[in-house]
């Protein structure tokens, strides 16, 4: 009789049961992969890792879906898991196990053989869990990464601009200043030469009034 999921579970964990609804409702089914947790923020560094329930859930159904027929590894590995509580030492637990697997035609070769392909079966979860990463890994910073870059370049064209506007405000301001000179120069010299000009005409005028007073009193 094939081994079930409950019962794999129970060789490799021990659970509290009444944590045990909560797991299996939250958990993806067996031929998804699962989503990886959120990356981290930069200025955080990434835990180490633990095993999550999650995750061995989904690679022990993975492990209830490819349960190979007769009697192979997992049942082995019952049979070992409940000597545990007997009073003997680990090499008498296998072989007692053993004893017990042999008597449905298993062979130490084959219990092998079987564990190796659940390992191959873990190893094909990992490759999708793997694939999924990577998308993600893509989607979630990789996409990050491109829009850095973009601002990135973008920050050094305007910080460029700002330098070339900075440099023309300078230029801009040195001419104004030299214009401010021009103007004031220019300025005096109007104002030098209006003055002049009035000095001159009213020295002539006065010439010519003192003139026109002078013939009035003498010639008469």
């Known amino acids: 009789m094939p081994i079930d999921f409950k019962s794999i579970k129970s060789l ?10 909560q797991v299996e409702q939250e958990i ?6 699962p989503r990886a947790a959120n990356p981290a923020a930069p200025s955080t560094p990434a ?11 989904v690679l022990l159904k993975a492990m209830e879906a490819a349960n190979l027929p007769g009697v192979d590894y997992l049942e082995y590995r019952q049979s070992v898991k409940s000597l545990e509580k007997m009073p003997m030492d680990e090499a008498v637990r296998y ?12 062979t130490p070769a084959k219990l092998v053989e079987s564990a ?3 390992m191959d079966v873990l190893k094909t979860e990992q490759s ?5 990463l990577r998308k993600q890994t893509t989607d979630r910073i990789g996409n990050r990464q491109e829009m850095l870059k973009n601002l990135d370049a973008t920050l050094k064209q305007k910080a460029e601009q700002i330098k ?5 405000m300078e230029a801009h301001r040195v001419e104004m200043e030299k214009l401010d000179v021009e103007i004031k120069d ?9 003055n002049d000009f009035l000095a001159s005409y009213q020295a002539l005028v006065a010439q010519i009034g003192k003139d026109v007073e002078n013939m009035k009193r003498y010639l008469k």
Do not use: C, R, W
Request: negative net charge; proline residues 5%; glycine residues 4%.
């Open 12 to 21: 490799f964990i021990v659970e509290d049961p009444a944590a045990a609804n």
């Open 28 to 33: 993806a089914p067996t031929e998804q992969t």
């Open 47 to 57: 835990k180490a890792g633990e095993a999550n329930p999650k995750f061995i859930e």
């Open 95 to 106: 072989q007692s196990a053993f004893a017990m697997a042999q008597a449905m035609g298993a």
């Open 116 to 118: 190796t392909h659940y």
């Open 128 to 132: 999708k869990f793997d694939e999924a």
């Open 164 to 168: 070339k506007l900075t440099q023309e």
């Open 186 to 194: 220019a300025t005096s010299k109007v104002e030098t030469t209006k």
